[in-house]
């Protein structure tokens, strides 16, 4: 599993296009940090799942913390201080439903993201 630096912006190189996504080759590579918005009501989340989802994670995780901390959770997911581990969640997957007609299932184990804080190894759960 690679490691990433979520405070530094990806490095450039020659591949790497920098104009509009829509004049864009299709096949065109973009460094990009992914991860899933839970708790929005913007997108048609009720504002409580947040809290759920953290819950049921600190069942795989008791040592999980949410908090924001300028040092080890910048970016405000949720995450613990170790490195991730594809086996931590097996096959499991995160369902959402949207309505009637939209349904989101995560394997929450692409949802990890290894990275560094103050020298120390982190595994964040991208998910906010």
């Given at each position: ?18 104009g ?18 839970t ?65 989101f ?11 560094t ?12």
């Open positions: 599993m690679d490691t990433f630096d979520l405070m530094k912006a990806p490095e450039k190189t020659k591949d790497v296009y920098e509009s996504l829509l004049e864009a080759d299709p096949t065109t590579e973009f460094p990009v940090y992914g991860h899933f918005n708790g929005y009501p913007f997108i048609g989340v009720d504002e409580h799942v947040a809290s759920t989802m953290i819950s049921e994670l600190q069942h795989f995780r008791p040592d999980l913390s949410c908090d924001f901390d300028k040092e080890y959770n910048p970016m405000s997911v949720c995450y613990w201080r170790d490195s991730c581990s594809d086996e931590l969640f097996g096959d499991a997957k995160l369902t959402f439903a949207f309505g009637s007609d939209a349904t299932n995560l394997p929450m184990k692409e949802l990890l993201v290894n990275y804080a103050s020298g120390e190894s982190c595994c964040g759960f991208a998910m906010q």
